[in-house]
């Protein structure tokens, strides 16, 4: 079945060169460290060297004279990192939500539908900010504080998808032949609501990214770990003499962010083809 | 038209939606009490210890206050109690209570929020008509691309390069603040400078939603092409332009506040980030001030008083709504 998906989304133009970006990104990400070996925050050449001045630093070091393109190798990994936990937690927390609430219905459901609408009211990057902030920036906040503001249309997604699938004939069947709640939920129904699950994922996972990005910008980072938007927003003081320190990790955002939107459509074409015409 | 009938069912709407902020108002309190449960330190360390500035004989009223040595039903008594009655505390980094605090500087995030909006909803529209009337065509394609990018860009970044590009290196906007303080401007002179100080953070804020509406826009009115109505006009002659602007937009404007509506807190989310690069003196540059102060008790205010606003907001475009589609009751 993943072969066919992976062929499907091969064919589909946007989502292959969505899928090649991620996969350099990935790349990057994982082995970057080869070609730029070295501590991301060691000082070791003259401040805000631009791009290209001196080969030593391909990509010009920052106001403090670290070398930019180990920042953003190191800024790939953090970035993906949290991105994929993060959208791991929000699904996890929706599925769970949006199951027990479609499969129990009544006033579990109604329980946990105000709790969604709650959390949909809050804006959720303020929430996220107080998060952080009260419970003390690092990597492990940060992934936790997104996923949990970003769970709700997860569980939105998963409780209809529930409420049609529990009148099915086949989980009728299997509930007549003794099957628990438990196994009824995750064997029967919840492999049949995955494939929209799955496209808001990825677009989840692109959303994380830019919100890790801004929380990092605001100063609400790891201070251990050399991020995209750290970089940013320690750039960001002498943006108007140096915009390269700014300007390289937001493009890397951008593309990364525009790679997952892109797969996410393409998966989305893939997986609910009766929705593809539109 | 038949406006004026419908004044009586928006006031009893109001009357029950407003009903609905309260439990909002008594979700985002429950959170916040919770969050300060959990948070390291005990509830009076989060809110006035952090701030650094706090004297001991308040934190000890505020301890009193909070019954922090009675069971936790208690506490949470008295911490929903001030949360209703509005009493969001005292800030000690800025020397003022929360709630004037917040007032004064909502009224720029309003500005922001609306003028954002407003560019947001109106390109988005044009954009959205141009792409659905020339579906598959070359206006369409390079629109798309443009709405795929710009959905992409964050917009705290984006409100850099902007800085970098058209205040610093072509001059023409100002980059920072609302109004000159170097000077006292009156009257049209003091609105023209408002509004050039709003442009640059409007755009900014506006890129992401314009992207989104656009897409809206463009599945919405391509939907109605196809439909029943729109087949009746074309045969009483109407002619292309008239069926897209008259027939098809108007429709299409319904899905549009619906998305609006859900975006709100989203919005806000984005007022924040552009607030604090373009040093914007709303709510969202006050968050900042406090990230930075490490004034817990001003950013659980502001956490709820956003929610609020955003509720209250939201009852507004239902009304709205109801006036742009006669078939929805209020």
Redesign the interface.
């Given at each position: 079945m993943y072969l066919a998906l992976l062929k499907e989304l091969l064919r589909n133009r946007a989502a292959a060169a969505g899928l090649a970006i991620l996969v350099l990104a990935a790349a990057v990400a994982l082995f970057g460290h080869f070609w730029f070996p070295g501590d991301p925050w060691e000082m070791n050449a003259a401040p805000m060297l631009w791009p290209g001045e001196d080969p030593a630093n391909p990509l010009g070091t920052d106001l403090m004279g670290r070398d930019m393109a180990t920042g953003l190798v190191s800024g790939a990994r953090v970035s993906l990192m949290i991105g994929l936990v993060s959208a791991l937690i929000s699904a996890f927390v929706g599925i769970t939500a949006g199951a027990l609430g479609g499969f129990y219905r009544g006033w579990v459901d109604a329980f946990l539908m105000?709790l969604t609408e709650?959390f949909?009211?809050?804006?959720?990057?303020?929430?996220a900010?107080?998060?952080v902030?009260?419970?003390?920036p690092s990597v492990a906040t940060a992934t936790f504080a997104i996923g949990i503001v970003s769970w709700p249309p997860t569980a939105r997604l998963v409780r209809s998808e529930f409420l049609v699938l529990r009148e099915r004939e086949f989980v009728q069947a299997a509930r007549t032949l003794g099957m628990g709640d438990l196994r009824l939920i995750v064997t029967q129904i919840l492999p049949n609501a995955l494939p929209p699950v799955i496209v808001i994922a990825a677009l989840n996972i692109?959303h994380a990214i830019?919100t890790e990005?801004?929380l990092s910008?605001?100063?609400?980072g790891d201070p251990n770990v050399m991020s995209w938007g750290a970089i940013?927003g320690n750039g960001?003081e002498q943006?108007?003499d140096a915009?390269y320190i700014?300007?390289l990790p937001?493009i890397a955002?951008?593309?990364v962010?525009?790679a997952f939107?892109?797969l996410g459509e393409g998966l989305n074409d893939a997986l609910n083809p009766h929705l593809a015409a539109? | 038209m038949m406006l004026h009938t419908r004044i009586p069912a928006v006031l009893k709407f109001l009357r029950r939606r407003l009903w609905q902020v309260a439990?909002?108002v008594f979700?985002?309190a429950l959170?916040n009490f919770l969050?300060?449960q959990?948070?390291?330190g005990d509830v009076v360390d989060?809110l006035a210890g952090e701030a650094g500035a706090a004297t001991p004989e308040y934190m000890a009223r505020l301890r009193a206050d909070f019954g922090l040595d009675r069971p936790v039903p208690t506490q949470l008594y008295h911490y929903l109690k001030h949360t209703v009655m509005l009493d969001l505390g005292f800030s000690f980094r800025q020397n003022m209570p929360v709630l004037q605090l917040i007032l004064e500087r909502l009224p720029a995030t309003l500005l922001l929020m609306i003028a954002a909006m407003g560019v947001a909803v109106f390109s988005g529209l044009v954009l959205g008509v141009i792409s659905a009337r020339f579906a598959q065509r070359a206006a369409d394609r390079v629109i798309s691309i443009f709405v795929?990018?710009t959905?992409?860009?964050?917009?705290?970044?984006l409100g850099?390069?902007a800085?970098?590009l058209f205040?610093?290196k072509l001059g023409w906007l100002p980059s920072s603040g609302m109004t000159d303080i170097s000077v006292e401007l009156t009257g049209l002179a003091h609105l023209r400078d408002v509004a050039r100080h709003t442009l640059l953070p409007a755009l900014t804020l506006a890129t992401f939603y314009l992207a989104v509406y656009t897409k809206l826009i463009r599945?919405a009115m391509?939907?109605y092409f196809g439909a029943d109505f729109i087949r009746t006009a074309r045969a009483k002659g109407a002619t292309e332009t008239r069926i897209t602007l008259f027939h098809a937009l108007r429709n299409a404007l319904l899905p549009l506040m619906t998305m609006l509506g859900?975006q709100l807190?989203?919005i806000?989310?984005?007022a924040?980030?552009v607030e604090?690069?373009f040093s914007w003196p709303g709510l969202g540059r006050l968050?900042?001030e406090s990230?930075?102060a490490?004034d817990?008790n001003l950013?659980?205010g502001?956490?709820l008083f956003?929610?609020v606003m955003?509720?209250v907001l939201?009852i507004c475009v239902d009304v709205v709504y109801a006036f742009l589609d006669p078939r929805i009751e209020l």
């Amino acid at each position: 079945m993943y072969l066919a998906l992976l062929k499907e989304l091969l064919r589909n133009r946007a989502a292959a060169a969505g899928l090649a970006i991620l996969v350099l990104a990935a790349a990057v990400a994982l082995f970057g460290h080869f070609w730029f070996p070295g501590d991301p925050w060691e000082m070791n050449a003259a401040p805000m060297l631009w791009p290209g001045e001196d080969p030593a630093n391909p990509l010009g070091t920052d106001l403090m004279g670290r070398d930019m393109a180990t920042g953003l190798v190191s800024g790939a990994r953090v970035s993906l990192m949290i991105g994929l936990v993060s959208a791991l937690i929000s699904a996890f927390v929706g599925i769970t939500a949006g199951a027990l609430g479609g499969f129990y219905r009544g006033w579990v459901d109604a329980f946990l539908m105000r709790l969604t609408e709650l959390f949909q009211t809050v804006p959720q990057f303020v929430l996220a900010v107080v998060l952080v902030a009260i419970f003390k920036p690092s990597v492990a906040t940060a992934t936790f504080a997104i996923g949990i503001v970003s769970w709700p249309p997860t569980a939105r997604l998963v409780r209809s998808e529930f409420l049609v699938l529990r009148e099915r004939e086949f989980v009728q069947a299997a509930r007549t032949l003794g099957m628990g709640d438990l196994r009824l939920i995750v064997t029967q129904i919840l492999p049949n609501a995955l494939p929209p699950v799955i496209v808001i994922a990825a677009l989840n996972i692109a959303h994380a990214i830019q919100t890790e990005a801004a929380l990092s910008f605001l100063g609400l980072g790891d201070p251990n770990v050399m991020s995209w938007g750290a970089i940013i927003g320690n750039g960001r003081e002498q943006v108007v003499d140096a915009w390269y320190i700014c300007g390289l990790p937001g493009i890397a955002i951008v593309f990364v962010v525009l790679a997952f939107n892109l797969l996410g459509e393409g998966l989305n074409d893939a997986l609910n083809p009766h929705l593809a015409a539109k | 038209m038949m406006l004026h009938t419908r004044i009586p069912a928006v006031l009893k709407f109001l009357r029950r939606r407003l009903w609905q902020v309260a439990p909002v108002v008594f979700g985002i309190a429950l959170l916040n009490f919770l969050i300060l449960q959990l948070a390291p330190g005990d509830v009076v360390d989060v809110l006035a210890g952090e701030a650094g500035a706090a004297t001991p004989e308040y934190m000890a009223r505020l301890r009193a206050d909070f019954g922090l040595d009675r069971p936790v039903p208690t506490q949470l008594y008295h911490y929903l109690k001030h949360t209703v009655m509005l009493d969001l505390g005292f800030s000690f980094r800025q020397n003022m209570p929360v709630l004037q605090l917040i007032l004064e500087r909502l009224p720029a995030t309003l500005l922001l929020m609306i003028a954002a909006m407003g560019v947001a909803v109106f390109s988005g529209l044009v954009l959205g008509v141009i792409s659905a009337r020339f579906a598959q065509r070359a206006a369409d394609r390079v629109i798309s691309i443009f709405v795929l990018v710009t959905y992409a860009l964050p917009t705290f970044w984006l409100g850099l390069m902007a800085i970098v590009l058209f205040s610093a290196k072509l001059g023409w906007l100002p980059s920072s603040g609302m109004t000159d303080i170097s000077v006292e401007l009156t009257g049209l002179a003091h609105l023209r400078d408002v509004a050039r100080h709003t442009l640059l953070p409007a755009l900014t804020l506006a890129t992401f939603y314009l992207a989104v509406y656009t897409k809206l826009i463009r599945t919405a009115m391509l939907e109605y092409f196809g439909a029943d109505f729109i087949r009746t006009a074309r045969a009483k002659g109407a002619t292309e332009t008239r069926i897209t602007l008259f027939h098809a937009l108007r429709n299409a404007l319904l899905p549009l506040m619906t998305m609006l509506g859900l975006q709100l807190g989203s919005i806000l989310s984005g007022a924040v980030l552009v607030e604090s690069v373009f040093s914007w003196p709303g709510l969202g540059r006050l968050a900042f001030e406090s990230i930075l102060a490490r004034d817990f008790n001003l950013l659980l205010g502001i956490l709820l008083f956003s929610s609020v606003m955003v509720t209250v907001l939201n009852i507004c475009v239902d009304v709205v709504y109801a006036f742009l589609d006669p078939r929805i009751e209020l």
